[in-house]
């Protein structure tokens, strides 16, 4: 059973401070990796991809990768009380002909004024 | 920008009947997904479909079906609703090629089963 494993939380940080999310995944052969922010009653939305081993910043956001250690993290911030939220872990998983997603249940990030 | 709609926001219904959640994206993905998300249980995909007229079980099918007769539409069907089933359901899509496979989330449907 391929999973991806996040720490639920609630994870709280001070507004300013930064807040980092970690996530680990079983199936060695994944290539691509996505953060997903949901705010609570909503549907998830795109934070960021990252593909290659390293870091990707985008603005506030950097998403690190290391297969090897088959674990990818996302860094925020100068954290905002907006950043409150659910993130989701999700990876790419191949089986057949395409890739599905497979998502960690997600860690509660509460940003504290 | 991609768009993903879904049929209804909020949806009460009761045990046994019948009920349709319909799903609609305008950017031509062939991709789309049903998801179920219950709290403490994560996202939990339920079907998904690669191509019209196609559609593969997910983790769990079980008392759902789906129909995928037009590409920008995929349809999730209750049977004979249960309390259990009960939930907030979203619809997904995305491109099927490696390195696109961002998937797209719908607003969700939270569905109440009496």
């Known amino acids: 059973q391929k999973e991806v494993e996040q720490n639920s939380g609630p994870l709280s940080v001070p507004e300013g401070a930064i807040a980092s999310l970690n996530c680990t995944y079983s199936?060695?052969?994944?290539?691509?990796f996505f953060w997903y922010r949901q705010y609570s009653g909503k549907s998830p939305e795109l934070i960021m991809s990252?593909?290659?081993?390293g870091d990707k910043e985008d603005g506030r956001f950097t998403a690190q990768l290391n297969k090897a250690s088959q674990y990818v993290s996302l860094l925020i911030r100068d954290s905002q009380p907006s950043d409150s939220a659910t993130y989701l872990c999700?990876?790419?998983?191949?089986?057949?002909?395409?890739?599905?997603?497979?998502f960690g249940k997600g860690t509660k990030l509460s940003v504290k004024p | 920008d991609v768009k993903v709609t879904q049929s209804s926001r909020y949806l009460v219904k009761r045990t046994g009947e019948k009920v349709f959640l319909e799903c609609v994206q305008d950017m031509d993905h062939e991709n789309m997904f049903w998801y179920r998300q219950d709290p403490g249980l994560g996202l939990r995909l339920i079907y998904f479909?690669?191509?019209?007229?196609?559609?593969e079980k997910g983790d769990i099918p079980e008392g759902y079906s789906v129909s995928r007769e037009k590409k920008e539409r995929f349809s999730l069907i209750l049977e004979s609703a249960s309390t259990n089933q009960t939930s907030m359901y979203l619809c997904?899509?995305?491109?099927?090629?490696?390195?696109?496979?961002?998937?797209?989330f719908g607003p969700g449907t939270r569905l109440l089963v009496l």
């Open positions: 990252i593909y290659s081993n």
């Open positions: 479909s690669y191509d019209v007229k196609m559609k």
């Open positions: 997904a899509s995305s491109l099927p090629t490696a390195g696109t496979e961002t998937q797209y």
């Open positions: 199936d060695r052969v994944s290539q691509s």
């Open positions: 999700a990876v790419v998983s191949y089986g057949g002909s395409q890739g599905n997603l497979i």
